[in-house]
């Protein structure tokens, strides 16, 4: 695998370009404060006078409507929710994407499900930080950077990967690390993971083991330490030092429970069940599913919050923030 560090990017490209951020979000405001600092001519584009518009004032942006945005960048980057992507892009970016500019986003989805089409005559890019926002600005900050991938869907230019690299820079991706893959790799990979690990499967197999120990008669206290609260002590552990590591850091009582227990909470059948999440995703089943979700305005992610927040787990969880110094 070839990294990219600071010394394969340089800033002086994009001397004299215009970087039009559209959105700012969680990426839109860490990336645009970050191209910002790192001297480049940025312009932030947001609703009038909506949430965005005023954080970007604050943060010293004279924020600009989308499409006037879209025409005065160089490069444009589409830093709004996904779902959202294809109609702004439409409306207001895509008249404006003229030869030679490029087009940036931080993850695949509409390029690979075809959502968004940009013209042939122009270059689209990806840089895709592993982490979010409010991460990648604090580690820039401190003169260090998250690790991220780079893509290159279309290089109109001659020029793409130059662009996208000189843009991972300003961030300060490349003090960390950057790596190439395809734009459909990334989407795949971004998708199953939050879906199968990081926010559906670990949230799933925390409510179901809390659940299992309160039905049992434990006390709801105890099954929220135990089950949810201590699991940022085994996920640094994993972060830092891979899971090997986190079993030699585990008491012995632990390791031996772990690593007979664990195969039977996640078996075969579980095992199966990711190969099928994993298929719905690559065969564009999930993105077509999840684009209907946001015509009918979300009605399934609204019902889903309402239930959450009623559930045991997070009543328990707020009871004990109110007595617990945590
Ligand atoms: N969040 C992460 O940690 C993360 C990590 C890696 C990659 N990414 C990718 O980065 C991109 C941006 O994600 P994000 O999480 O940063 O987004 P986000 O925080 O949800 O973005 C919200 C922004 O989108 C604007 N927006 C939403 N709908 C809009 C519309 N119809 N018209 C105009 N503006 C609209 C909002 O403006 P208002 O304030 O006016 O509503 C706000 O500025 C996505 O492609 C995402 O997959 C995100
Ligand atoms: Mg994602």
């Not at 979000?25 to 940025?42: I, K, M, N, P, T």
């Not at 879209?70 to 207001?92: H, K, N």
């Not at 390029?111 to 930080?129: G, H, L, N, W």
């Not at 790799?185 to 299992?212: I, M, N, P, R, W």
């Amino acid at each position: 695998m070839r990294v990219y560090r600071d010394r394969d990017a340089n800033l002086d490209w994009l001397k004299n370009k215009t970087i039009a951020v559209i959105g700012y979000g969680s990426q839109g405001a860490a990336q645009a404060l970050c191209f910002r600092d790192s001297g480049l001519d940025v312009v932030v584009a947001a609703r009038k006078n909506g949430p965005s518009w005023r954080r970007a004032r604050t943060d010293g942006f004279e924020p600009a409507e989308l499409g006037e945005a879209a025409r005065r960048g160089d490069v444009v980057c589409m830093l709004i929710s996904d779902t959202s992507q294809p109609e702004v892009y439409y409306r207001f970016v895509h008249p404006h994407m003229t030869p030679g500019k490029t087009l940036y986003f931080s993850h695949g989805f509409n390029i690979t499900y075809e959502f968004i089409k940009p013209p042939r005559s122009v270059d689209v890019v990806m840089v895709a930080p592993h982490g979010p926002g409010r991460q990648l600005r604090e580690l820039y900050l401190a003169g260090k950077g998250l690790p991220a991938l780079l893509a290159v869907h279309r290089d109109a230019s001659g020029h793409a990967k130059r662009t996208a690299l000189a843009l991972a820079k300003a961030c300060g991706f490349t003090r960390s690390g950057v790596f190439e893959a395809p734009f459909n790799h990334e989407t795949f990979a971004d998708l199953f993971s939050e879906q199968a690990v990081l926010c559906g499967g670990v949230s799933e197999l925390v409510k179901s083991a809390y659940e299992t120990l309160v039905e049992a008669g434990i006390e709801p206290e105890l099954a929220w330490f135990c089950c949810l609260y201590e699991l940022k002590l085994t996920v640094d552990l994993i972060h830092h030092e891979g899971i090997e590591g986190m079993w030699s850091a585990v008491s012995e009582t632990a390791r031996y429970g772990g690593r007979t227990r664990g195969p039977r909470a996640i078996d075969t059948a579980s095992k199966a069940e990711l190969r099928r999440i994993l298929k719905e995703i690559m065969s564009g089943e999930f993105g077509r599913e999840l684009a209907q979700e946001y015509r009918r305005r979300m009605p399934l992610l609204r019902r889903a919050k309402r239930e959450g927040v009623r559930h045991g787990i997070e009543r328990t969880g707020r009871q004990i923030r109110r007595y617990f110094d945590i």
